[in-house]
């Protein structure tokens, strides 16, 4: 049974840090992209950052691009989202989705991943 599992989110000041982490199991991942969404309240959801474990190519939104970044630890089959000089706008919940490399184009189509974690809430206060 495949799982995506998602933690480290919380609430912090604009400015500060979180570090977010994906647990991959019940298969191996390496032809799959990885992807980290965000939703905020009243808006779709939407990709921040994007990592394609067969060929090592990321991807960020111009929103996040110079402030997170996307790693991963192949030993721990894990994905994490660094996230600094957070920003209010950054609230949202966070979620760790996972796609077959193949199928995922441009890291930006939600319907291309299969996988879904169940989300981790990022708060960051003004």
């Known amino acids: 049974q495949v799982q995506l599992t998602e933690s480290g989110g919380g609430l912090v000041q604009a400015g500060g840090s979180l570090r977010l982490s994906c647990v991959a199991s019940?298969?191996?991942?390496?032809?799959?992209?990885m992807g980290w969404f965000r939703q905020a309240p009243g808006k779709e959801r939407d990709v921040v950052a994007g990592?394609?474990?067969?060929?090592?190519?990321?991807y960020y939104s111009d929103s996040v691009k110079g402030r997170f970044t996307i790693s991963i630890s192949s030993a721990r089959n894990t994905v994490y989202l660094q996230m600094s000089s957070l920003k209010p706008e950054d609230t949202a919940v966070y979620y760790c989705?996972?796609?077959?490399?193949?199928?995922?184009?441009?890291?930006?189509?939600?319907?291309?991943?299969?996988?879904w974690g169940q989300g981790t809430q990022v708060t960051v206060s003004s």
């Open positions: 989705a996972a796609g077959l490399s193949g199928r995922v184009r441009n890291f930006r189509g939600e319907d291309e991943y299969d996988y």
């Open positions: 019940g298969r191996s991942f390496s032809t799959y992209v």
């Open positions: 990592f394609n474990w067969s060929n090592g190519v990321t």
